[in-house]
């Protein structure tokens, strides 16, 4: 195995790209073996940039908090007051949540964070500021930063 730091796209949440991972390559095949280390303070970061942005949520971020909260889909379902067909369509972009809805979510994650740690920091006045518009994926990159990650918008 050859071990090199690499930039590469970070599976959970598409538009995420991790920089500067520890990656092992096998010479022989080209298999290779990603070492994200504190993967739960990423998720953390993940998430508190998530419910920090101005604009609305897409599926895949709804998918992504939804996981970080430790929820099943039926869960998270019931704790949202809906059914979990409409959580499949919210996750899937078919149906675009409510801003309600969506303002619950943030909420959520901001209290019980992922792994049960609040994202400390988050203002409520945060959901005043969330922008009534389609959703759309903004590119971030995640990078180690001590202990834990800092996740920005991809230049």
């Known amino acids: 195995m050859r071990i090199a730091r690499e930039n590469v796209p970070y599976r959970a949440l598409p538009g995420v790209t991790l920089v500067g991972v520890e990656v092992s390559r096998c010479p022989a095949c080209g298999e290779a073996e990603i070492a994200i280390p504190r993967i739960e303070a990423l998720n953390r970061s993940i998430g508190a940039a998530l419910i920090s942005k101005p604009g609305r949520l897409t599926g895949d971020e709804v998918r992504f908090l939804r996981k970080s909260l430790g929820w099943s889909a039926r869960t998270f379902a019931a704790r949202m007051g809906t059914s979990p067909e409409t959580v499949s369509r919210w996750e899937n972009g078919k149906q675009r949540m409510a801003q309600t809805s969506e303002r619950l979510l943030r909420v959520l994650v901001a209290l019980e964070g992922s792994a049960g740690e609040p994202i400390e920091g988050y203002a409520s006045e945060t959901l005043e500021h969330i922008v009534d518009q389609p959703p759309r994926s903004e590119r971030q ?8 990650w800092t996740v920005d918008a991809a230049a």
Not at 141 to 148: K, L, N, T
């Open 141 to 148: 990159v995640a990078r180690q930063a001590g202990d834990g």
